[in-house]
């Protein structure tokens, strides 16, 4: 099978994948998608080309490579899995390229399930906000077999810049996982070192200029320093998203027996922020239950 | 008094000081030096010009501004303000500009001995390696009064590219161990991810590109994953000096009441890599209590 | 109903059960027994009186309260609730006492699904060991309607000397976890104060009789810092239990917003323990993580 | 010499010292007392019987055993080393036996400096509130040599019920910051088991009971679930003092490469809580930093 010729699916047509999609079609893939209001899939090939499916299922049953971008496990395995799922419409030789952040057991489960049925699934899931899914510049972690990921692995990278095989069938999820721990623990740094230099007299400005410098430099610090001193918690990435990606983090890590006690503190602070009402809010809002632990406002 | 026709001297010509004392020198000062091991002074001297002074006391009595980067509060209580210290010949105007990592607490002390004499003091620790000293493009950040950190901005200049006056003396100090101490969590989540990576089967490569490309890049990333998946601990900045920093740092967030959780678990982290012997290698030995504590090696 | 001619069931005659169900025979009470090993069934029953069911529905039929004694939320599940549950057998008036240590939401569900066949239930989780269960001096927290809690209190008052309504249906499984979880906390600090102490060169058992003395002391003291020093882990209460109930507790606390860094910390060493292979063996075993995590043997 | 025969003096008779002292003179000790407002030693000397030293010089001259019971390392500084302290009037024989809480490294520097004039040293802090001191129970637990200790053993006898010689000088006090920390620790985690407890509904008096029974039971259970509960902060011991010996203790963990992440926590709170303007108030108060952090009160 030679990609140039593969049928391809898109299921999920949100923020991220509306602009995925966009990429694939320009490519010039004529895609099949389906999205759970009918109007925006309608808006989407309006305006790229293609043809709206009636079900998952018969995504399924027009695509070689279908490639879903949901909000979570369950919806992933709705659609995949579920009554009027890919399962239903696919060919035994479809592949299933999940792109959706989910937990790796569920992914693992899905893709079992799958099996069962000859469908094979890769998960695929992402790095990089809305601009870089419209710019095709996302970084993408793959999990699952080589030729799945060989047979992907063109249509990957038409939306992203830096695609990586890291491993079997969940391990991409993992390493999302990882990856959203990581920056949880970092946010919670840059979130506490602000208390302690606004206690100290220090510019908060100035704080972020200097740390963005050197050693202390992050992603967090450029991105999520401002909002916190600002306390503008427009969502770019949900607390209570960013909350549920440690906590399954901190699950994997358990359930292999490596401590991750950094996480394990940004997920307290994380859940403290949600318990005041955070949850629908930017991440960036960790700094409330930091400010409330330290009993002084930025 | 015009900066152009100020009369400078640098004490503690090390890896550091040296490049920094060179850049001033390429920008037509001529220095008055001093360094602990004389041969080193006069080496310097050499090759970039200016005088060899006795003693920090004779450094004092020839400039109108001294700039000091030694090793730790000791050093520095030494050279400004011991006996032959810059105290014993500066003239009543002098303004000391110290540019070492100390105590806060330190600093004001110091300063205020200095006080005590007419001479001024301005502290102005730097982030950034030897490479950043060589080119001069350190970051910065000075703490004291505004007429002294304008006295002494065109020399600070020459030696970084963001210079940064951040408030009272100490405060450069404070926000130097800020930065330290996030730098240092950032480290721990890295190598905490990284185990979790490892264990869960990521190629280790693939963990520090992915990571580096998106929300949980960080200068730490980018530095110390590599020396930690290889056990390379060649020493940049040392094991010992990073938990004394870290363990500063704890001492201002607990004397002002800010909650620093994370950088306390990255002492605890730095303190057991110390405990087995890592203090005089590089920081990213903190891999090694991390390993310990998983019971499992990278 | 009156108590005194209530028909009582109890499932599980297990390590507690067994004692705990045999107390209730001593009272007067003629039980009608089910154990998934029937063996054992009629091995108690052979002692003490009473009935061996053939199922749980079974027990169900033949009582107006039916006690559980058995691992974890599967099983109550199973056995209340599942094919050949009590549910299949129970009269619309009957009660079920859960007194098993499961996640509050699944005694939710079971009590929800219960509920739609008109059976009422309690939990009513214990905390004490084998000896304490034989000799009737439990401790018993209960959750559910006060009208069920009446019912069955002289029932619990026979296993139990300390027995408390803490609330509605779940409730009594919260503050049982909430007890583990300060219980890990209290045994980690035992664990950690040890290390010092032994470093110090400290006699670990001067360490024991001086903490126990005073504001230090706890049962962890007693109970656990013996066992600890001689690396003794002969199963009282398994590591892999604790480490669930810590973890299950941990996930109440964040449904809440209530932080609770002291256990997120006791469950890396837990976690960190059981990945050295000590999960079926006494949570004593977390020093072992701790001793990786110093580099160094008690 | 013969103990029944030792001429003992005592120095500082604060809350603890003056019922500490008490008790030797009960068991027929005529004491030589010293205390900085001179009107305490008076009043105590005309209860209790002995004679006021003009100074701590004087104590020195007049005994063979010198007890100290200060608030601080810098205090017994003073008063065994400094100008007019126990080492200008005391005999090469003398031992020092310091009671006093103090850093296990002020210890030894004192001893150091004494043993340079040919005087003993041991130091030997308590455990236990000042009805254990009235009692003459309080815990002792002594560092020094094993000729000073025995020497010193029945006096330690007649203050407290358990007297243990647990090492080298400094050793006595490493325990008690051990012991303390630990205490530090479990109040902690009754604080945040009491803040999840209360937001599930359960009332906190069941709470203390049922954790009180059993394996969560502990000291700090027992005394200071109540305060927390009922906000009341009348010190008994000050937030600020808890503080000051976690950080000490953490100091002496750090030193040796031990990992004690369960006391960096607490620390954590008790700081908040004394950034907050409570470190005068009971270490009960750290339920207010705890409260801060959840944004809910108890």
Redesign the interface.
């Known amino acids: 099978m030679n990609d140039s010729r593969s049928r391809v699916g898109f299921i999920g047509l949100g923020i991220m994948g509306s602009r995925m999609a966009a990429n694939l079609a320009r490519a010039g893939h004529e895609l099949t998608v389906w999205n759970r209001t009918v109007e925006k899939a309608e808006a989407w090939v309006a305006e790229h080309g293609g043809i709206v499916a009636e079900s998952p299922a018969a995504v399924g049953a027009a695509s070689d490579v279908v490639i879903s971008m949901v909000v979570d496990g369950a919806q992933v395995e709705q659609v995949l899995t579920g009554a009027g799922g890919v399962i239903e419409g696919a060919a035994s030789d479809c592949l299933c390229v999940d792109m959706s952040t989910i937990a790796p057991g569920d992914t693992r489960r899905i893709g079992a399930r799958l099996a069962e049925a000859g469908v094979r699934m890769l998960d695929a899931p992402v ?2 906000s809305s601009p870089r899914a419209e710019a095709g510049t996302l ?1 993408i ?1 793959a999990g699952g077999a080589p030729e799945d990921f060989a047979l992907a692995e063109p249509l990957l990278r038409v939306m992203g810049d ?1 695609v ?1 095989h ?3 069938l969940g ?1 991409g999820e ?2 999302k996982l ?6 949880a ?2 946010a ?3 979130g ?2 602000m ?3 606004d ?5 908060l400005k ?2 972020q ?3 963005a ?8 610090v450029d ?1 999520k320093a401002k909002p916190m001193r600002e306390h503008d918690y427009t969502p770019l ?1 949900k607390l209570d998203h960013m ?1 549920k990606d440690v ?1 399954l ?1 901190l699950e ?3 359930a ?14 994380l ?6 009402g955070f949850g629908e809010q930017d991440f960036a809002a960790l700094i ?3 400010e ?5 406002r930025l």
Request: net charge negative; proline share 1%.
């Open positions: 790095t990089g970084t972690m830096l990586v890291v491993g079997e391990q993992v390493l990882i990856n959203n721990a990581v920056a623990v970092n919670t740094a840059v506490e070192g208390l302690l230099a206690a100290a007299g220090i510019d100035d704080f200029r200097v740390l410098s050197g050693s202390a430099g992050s992603a967090m991105l990435f909350l906590r983090c994997e890590a358990q292999v027996g490596s401590p991750f006690e950094s996480a394990g503190h940004a997920r307290e602070v859940a403290a922020a949600a318990g005041r409330e239950a930091l409330g632990y330290a009993g002084r």
